[in-house]
Structure formats: structure tokens, C-alpha cells
């Protein structure tokens, strides 16, 4: 019987990976990210070697570099990279400036929502993500985290998952969620939702739930942080945000779709509890409408 072979899905969005890495980087690391950014259409064509004496590196730094993108080595980065130069993104990130009309500053945000669910698109893996649906259908209960900004994903996450038959819990207060945390167990799923990853109060309540034992799926934008020290299963977006636009919507759009592919997922895999428990919900909210 002929062994099947697993292909592994190919790495996309190479660049904005490299991109949303730099600053976290040590100084080699960041060098050779930089050479790959600003010379990609020439490393296409060179070898490991080439690219370590241009950097002056070690190859071994090289390819270090590349399984931090998620790559298997420099070779799969080469072909990343590759259909990077000849698939460009269709809008380009920028910043608003004080001489920005309206017209000018819709466009850009609009263009920048766009451009965050097609990076995120790429970022985020669909084997983790199966990972997160195969967590929370094995949980006894999910709690959502998040605060701020995140709160309102977090809610609105906690009222998907209970529309479908999944027993969940949000808590927005930090307070709550320590609470909450160290009362999960390992029959407990923990849903965190936190763009920076380094927000004190998610990061606490995160850290206090794996240490109860229960599976913590984290829901972050792309790059190192200290809350994946503390995750089991990470979801990543890829939202940039600017000087005008910090804490912008681009991140929660992002994060929505990330949500709105976890509740999918739930849902066909439990498809006629779902379906049963969405017409329920959907009587009892009908008779709240006149």
C-alpha cells in the first residue's frame, strides 16, 4: 500500500510576516530581515550562503530567520517570496495626514479593512484554527477574555458561540477575568482576544487559565508577544495600526473574520445541534421584535 504524503499549505504573505517581526528582532535577525524585504526580487535568485555574506551572517541565522516566518527553511521563503513579487496586494497601507480631505481618509481606512482580512487571510492557519473548533468542542465551557478594545470582539464572540449551543462566558472586567481564570480546569477552553498581546489584564487572566490546566486559545495579531508564552493554540490576524489609527477598526475587522471562521467551523462540525439551537434562539429573539 503506497504511503500518502502530506503537503504542507504554501506560505503566503512573507513579506508583511518579516515586516510585523522587525522590531521585535535581535540586531542579526533584524539585518537579514531587512536585506529580504528590501531585496527580495534579488534573493529569489541567490542561495542561503549568498544572502548570510551579504548580511554578514551565519546561514544558520538565515534559516533561523525563516522558520520564525513559519517557514520550513530558506527555500520555502524563496518561493514565498517569489509569489509575493508577482501576487502584490491590491491596496497599499498608509497613514492619515493632516491634509487628508474626507474623501481621502474614507478611502484609506476602507482600503486599509480590505487589506487587513486579505493579510489576515494569509497569516492565519487553518490547521491551528481546526485545532481551536476540535478545543471548544471538547470543552465542558469556553470563557472569552478580552479588555478595551477587544472587549467588544470578546461579547460579541461569547453571543456567537451561545447562538450555536456552545456554553460560554464573557468577562470584560480584569478583575472577573483573574476570577474566572483560576477557576477553569482542564475541561475548560479559554478564548483571549488581544491584538498587542502584551495587554497586562488578558496576559494575567491568560497565564492564570493554562495554569488551571485549561486549553487557551489566543487570537493575536502576527508577530512575538508575551501572551503566546501562555497559549496552546494561536489564531493570528495581520492588522497594521498607524499614528492616527491606533486601536483602528482594521484590527477588529480582522478579528471578527478570525471569529466568524471559528463560529463556521463549530457550527459544521456540530451541524444539527447548531441548526436546532439557532432556530431556538432565533423564536426567543423574534418575540423581542415588533
Not at 478611502?107 to 487571510?121: C, E, R, V, Y
Not at 458561540?161 to 464573557?170: D, K, P, T
Amino acid at each position: 500500500m503506497a504511503r500518502k504524503t502530506t503537503v504542507s499549505p504554501p506560505l503566503e504573505g512573507v513579506l508583511d510576516r518579516l515586516r510585523a517581526l522587525r522590531e521585535t528582532l535581535p540586531p542579526t535577525a533584524r539585518r537579514i530581515a531587512d536585506y529580504l524585504i528590501d531585496h527580495a526580487a534579488d534573493v529569489v535568485h541567490m542561495s542561503v550562503t549568498e544572502v548570510a555574506e551579504r548580511t554578514d551572517s551565519s546561514e544558520g541565522s538565515v534559516v533561523g530567520l525563516c522558520q520564525q516566518v513559519g517557514a520550513r527553511g530558506f527555500q520555502q521563503v524563496k518561493i514565498a517570496l517569489a509569489r509575493d513579487l508577482v501576487q502584490p496586494v491590491q491596496f497599499i497601507h498608509e497613514d492619515l495626514t493632516p491634509r487628508d480631505d474626507l474623501a481621502t481618509v474614507t478611502s484609506k481606512i476602507f482600503n486599509s479593512g480590505l487589506q487587513a482580512i486579505q493579510d489576515t487571510m494569509k497569516a492565519l492557519s487553518v490547521a491551528d484554527l481546526g485545532r481551536a473548533v476540535s478545543a471548544i468542542r471538547k470543552a465542558k465551557r469556553v470563557e472569552v477574555f478580552g479588555i478595551g478594545s477587544a472587549a467588544t470582539i470578546a461579547e460579541d464572540a461569547n453571543y456567537r458561540l451561545l447562538r450555536i449551543g456552545v456554553e460560554s462566558r464573557v468577562s470584560v472586567d480584569s478583575h472577573i477575568q483573574s476570577i474566572t481564570a483560576s477557576l477553569c480546569t482542564a475541561r475548560s477552553a479559554v478564548l483571549t482576544i488581544s491584538h498587542s498581546g502584551s495587554t497586562i489584564e488578558t496576559l494575567t487572566a491568560t497565564r492564570l487559565a493554562k495554569e488551571a490546566g485549561a486549553t487557551t486559545i489566543v487570537v493575536t495579531n502576527y508577530g512575538r508577544s508575551p501572551i503566546l508564552e501562555y497559549a496552546d493554540i494561536v489564531l493570528n490576524t495581520m492588522a497594521r495600526e498607524t499614528q492616527f489609527r491606533t486601536e483602528a477598526m482594521t484590527s477588529r475587522i480582522a478579528q471578527l473574520a478570525v471569529i466568524d471562521a471559528l463560529i463556521a467551523g463549530l457550527a459544521l462540525a456540530d451541524y444539527d445541534r447548531s441548526v436546532k439551537t439557532i432556530n431556538k434562539t432565533f423564536e426567543v429573539l423574534a418575540s423581542k421584535r415588533v
